[in-house]
Structure formats: structure tokens, C-alpha cells
Nanobody
Framework: QVQLVESGGGLVQPGGSLRLSCAAS????????MGWYRQAPGKQRELVAA???????NYADSVKGRFTISRDNAKNTVYLQMNSLKPEDTAVYYC??????????????WGQGTQVTVSS
């Protein structure tokens, strides 16, 4: 069984930085793409950033130039470095792996979510 464990959320002031981590743990599996979503209260969940196994990235327009997604394939871990944070970045952030290959099956996994609050 695969588990996605998130860490790194918290409270920061506008202009501050946070780094989120999401590690896929378990055995007998492999993954390709990884991504980060976020959802604010009363709003639709949106894709923030995604990264392929080869390192190609894609970002939402609202975070371009401020956020950086990266990964460590040896550790099955994806990171989201968030700089120049704004109050509108406040949301619960979720790690997502759309395709986890295990045995003869493919599964989608989500992290538990971590709260990011940007406020003075």
C-alpha cells in the first residue's frame, strides 16, 4: 500500500516563504507525474504546479515566478517552494500522484492536505 505524507505547511507573513514536501512511501510501486493542488474555503480546487518524472514543469498563472516545483526521484518526494507569498495563496494544499503503478494495477493517490495561511 502506498501512502503520500505531506509536511511543511504553516502560518507566514505576506512576502514570506514556505517549502512543502510530499513523500510517497511503501514498496513495490513506481510513479510518473506528481503535482500540487490547493483549495480555499468556498472555492474550487485548482492545480498549482505539476512535474513529470523527467523534470518538465507546469504552473498556474497565479503562481508563476513565485513558486517552484521539484522532485527527488530517489526519495519519491516532490517539493513546492513558495516565495513572495500573498494572502490569496491561503489554502489547503494537496499532493497528487495520478498514476501509481503497483502490480498489474494503476491507482491515483492524494496526500492528506496541509494548511498554508498567509497573514500578518
Amino acid at each position: 500500500q502506498v501512502q503520500l505524507v505531506e509536511s511543511g505547511g504553516g502560518l507566514v507573513q505576506p512576502g514570506g516563504s514556505l517549502r512543502l514536501s510530499c513523500a510517497a512511501s511503501g514498496s513495490g510501486f513506481s510513479i510518473d507525474d506528481m503535482g500540487w493542488y490547493r483549495q480555499a474555503p468556498g472555492k474550487q480546487r485548482e492545480l498549482v504546479a505539476a512535474i513529470t518524472s523527467g523534470g518538465s514543469t507546469n504552473y498556474a498563472d497565479s503562481v508563476k515566478g513565485r513558486f517552484t516545483i521539484s522532485r527527488d526521484n530517489a526519495k519519491n518526494t516532490v517539493y513546492l517552494q513558495m516565495n513572495s507569498l500573498k494572502p490569496e495563496d491561503t489554502a489547503v494544499y494537496y499532493c497528487n500522484v495520478p498514476s501509481v503503478y503497483s502490480g498489474s494495477h494503476i491507482y491515483e493517490y492524494w496526500g492528506q492536505g496541509t494548511q498554508v495561511t498567509v497573514s500578518s
